[in-house]
Nanobody, 123 residues
Framework: VQLQASGGGSVQSGGSLRLSCTASGRTFSNYAVGWFRQAPGQEREFVVGISDSGGTTYSEDSVKGRFTISRDNAKNTVYLQMNSLKPEDTALYYC?????????????????WGQGTQVTVSS
């Protein structure tokens, strides 16, 4: 699976962005997808994920109620709607695909990774 992340940009605190992760190469509906982020000098961390069917999602506590993940398997695309953005959300955001059951959260569970899209939130 080849993944292409897009939609990043610069917004002010409280603003919104929608990231997209578009896949090609294999049957996308067989893969769970996760979004991770990495700020300078920090470890890559799990943000939110969705199961292969889209029936299950899981979010890291700091983004619950603000970030929503969804997918359209017919378009081979996963979306991350980010609302009420905060400066601490500033990071390079990656999408990744996994054949693991459910919604994996560990980076080691994800075999395929996109190139990352930058999100910058100013106060």
């Amino acid at each position: 699976v080849q993944l292409q992340a897009s939609g990043g940009g610069s917004v002010q605190s409280g603003g919104s962005l929608r990231l997209s992760c578009t896949a090609s190469g294999r049957t996308f509906s067989n893969y769970a997808v996760g979004w991770f982020r990495q700020a300078p000098g920090q470890e890559r961390e799990f943000v939110v994920g969705i199961s292969d069917s889209g029936g299950t999602t899981y979010s890291e506590d700091s983004v619950k109620g603000r970030f929503t993940i969804s997918r359209d398997n017919a378009k081979n695309t996963v979306y991350l709607q980010m609302n009420s953005l905060k400066p601490e959300d500033t990071a390079l955001y990656y999408c990744a695909a996994s054949r693991w059951f459910g919604v994996p959260t560990l980076p080691a569970a994800f075999r395929f990774w996109g190139q990352g899209t930058q999100v910058t939130v100013s106060s």
